[in-house]
């Protein structure tokens, strides 16, 4: 197999990669698929495999602690609802 000149990060994560790659470890994030902040794997054949964007979209809707950005947004919102 010849190498590519252009590196490309893996779409597909193991459990573990998965776990890594949002920074929990396996049991945190077997805890998170099964509440619903994690998405749930894709089946390719009899293997489990995040997908890298779907976990990107999970992480960025978890909720931000305490560093105001949280409360700047719902101040948004609330007043963008009340024009």
Do not use: C
Request: aromatic content about 6%; hydrophobic content about 35%; charged content about 30%.
């Amino acid at each position: 197999m010849n190498s590519d000149a252009v590196s490309y990060p893996p779409r597909g994560l193991s459990r573990e990669e998965a776990a890594r790659y949002v920074g929990v470890g396996s049991t945190l994030f077997d805890e998170m698929v099964a509440d619903g902040r994690m998405p749930k794997p894709k089946r390719i054949n009899s293997r489990a495999v995040w997908d890298r964007v779907a976990l990107d979209i999970a992480f960025t809707s978890l909720p931000d602690k305490d560093n105001g950005l949280q409360v700047l947004l719902e101040r948004s919102r609330r007043d963008g609802q009340q024009r």
